[in-house]
């Protein structure tokens, strides 16, 4: 990692469901912060690197220019892999060689699920630590791929934070006797310390994704499907702690007064903008034409990014609250949880030693509660406009284990 500087890097995310236009709207807004004299990058953290093609340039390992101040990187995941989790990858192998495995079938087993979009990740930690750009944009997966790796960082601290210590003790206290047993080798310290190590890398990167200068903007195009899935992602990325800050409305018909086919999507597509326009208020919306051919290239780019944003400075540091606000008021406590859109019966909450277990639909997060909250009880919660507001009372003994299920998280 490079040297870290006191500069302020603005770093915006772009997702949506797969197809709407994320790489387009990522690169066509590097392009523009670019021409506005920021110094630019674009990561991308989906599997298929569709950027190259974006900006029609052949992109390498190393930030690579590809128009006035903008520079995109495509990350070389092997080698990243290799300098990061050898370790651990080279104990999976051993064990997979213990059990007879094949050493071909093997050396695929031992590649982690979703380990391009972790390391894009840390790539994008270590450019924003190097302090050479203004502006750092990240090109992320389909939005369902991109939900489970931002809630990544949090749940393996809960895993190393409170199992994986007992873990390494036992393991260290009873290696010869588990392993004759076991008839596999048992992992060493160096193993212990991979995981540990990739523990405070996807922290880091959690504090940089989830701090004052951090956003991500939904992509989506006027259909109901696409905009019921950027309302559920609204809901679990605020679940997470994440910053929203706008709406990209990609693919929009322009009027068509000579073509009833057409008018009648142009209709249609005017009513889901409505749905979108007071969904997602007071965010501001973003839109872009449906355009004669694909935008690609730097010229084509640049058209978009100019017609998307208009005059506004798209690329202004993140005002407001964070998704999570926590207030004292004497004995009590209340922590406020942003979730958008969400409906009383699908929230569940359960207070469970020091951490706040927090369910919305088929999303959870763990919230490891400050010290100050690990001496209260929860005395109540509601759904209020949008924001999960939970109730704590200072008790010198409070309760281990408590339960606001969703038949007790009032509504209003």
Not at 29 to 45: D, H, N, P, Q, W
Not at 156 to 169: A, D, G, I, K, T
Not at 364 to 386: K, N
Request: charged share 25%.
């Amino acid at each position: 990692m490079g040297p870290t500087s006191l500069r302020r890097v603005r770093v915006l995310l772009f997702t949506g469901k797969g197809g709407v236009g994320k790489t387009t709207a990522a690169a066509g807004s590097a392009i523009r912060a670019g021409r506005s004299g920021l110094r630019t990058l674009v990561v991308s953290t989906d599997a298929a690197h569709s950027l190259a093609d974006a900006f029609d340039q052949p992109i390498g390992p190393e930030p690579t220019a590809v128009g006035d101040q903008v520079w995109v990187q495509q990350v070389d995941t092997q080698r990243r892999f290799e300098r990061s989790w050898a370790d651990l990858q080279g104990y999976l192998l051993s064990v997979l060689d213990a059990s007879g495995v094949d050493p071909i079938a093997a050396e695929e087993l031992t590649v982690l699920p979703g380990a391009d979009e972790v390391l894009a990740l840390l790539e994008v930690r270590d450019q924003v630590a190097t302090g050479e750009w203004d502006v750092v944009i990240v090109d992320c997966a389909p939005t369902a791929e991109t939900l489970r790796l931002l809630a990544l960082p949090e749940a393996l601290s809960w895993y190393v934070e409170r199992v994986f210590p007992v873990e390494r003790r036992v393991i260290k206290a009873l290696r010869p006797m588990l392993a004759r047993v076991a008839g596999v080798p048992m992992p060493h310290d160096s193993v212990f310390d991979a995981v540990e190590r990739l523990h405070r890398d996807l922290g880091e990167v959690r504090d940089l994704l989830t701090g004052p200068d951090a956003s991500v903007r939904l992509v989506l195009t006027p259909e109901s499907v696409v905009v019921a899935e950027a309302r559920r992602a609204f809901t679990s990325l605020s679940l997470y702690g994440y910053r929203v800050d706008g709406v990209v409305a990609n693919r929009i018909f322009p009027a068509a007064e000579s073509d009833p086919w057409r008018g009648q999507w142009v209709v249609a597509q005017q009513e889901v903008l409505a749905e979108v326009e007071r969904s997602f208020a007071p965010l501001p919306i973003w839109r872009s034409a449906y355009r004669a051919h694909e935008p690609v290239g730097d010229a084509e780019l640049a058209a978009f990014g100019a017609e998307l944003y208009g005059d506004d400075d798209a690329f202004a540091p993140v005002v407001g609250d964070g998704p999570v606000r926590v207030e004292r008021k004497g004995d009590d406590v209340r922590m406020s949880l942003a979730l958008p859109f969400a409906d009383r019966g699908d929230v569940d909450l359960v207070r469970r030693g020091r951490d706040l277990v927090v369910t919305v639909g088929s999303y959870r997060r763990v919230i490891a509660l400050p010290t100050l909250m690990q001496r209260c009880s929860v005395e109540g919660a509601r759904l209020d406009d949008g924001w999960l507001r939970i109730r704590f009372r200072h008790e010198r003994e409070a309760t281990d284990t408590a339960s606001v299920a969703a038949g007790g998280v009032e509504s209003r």
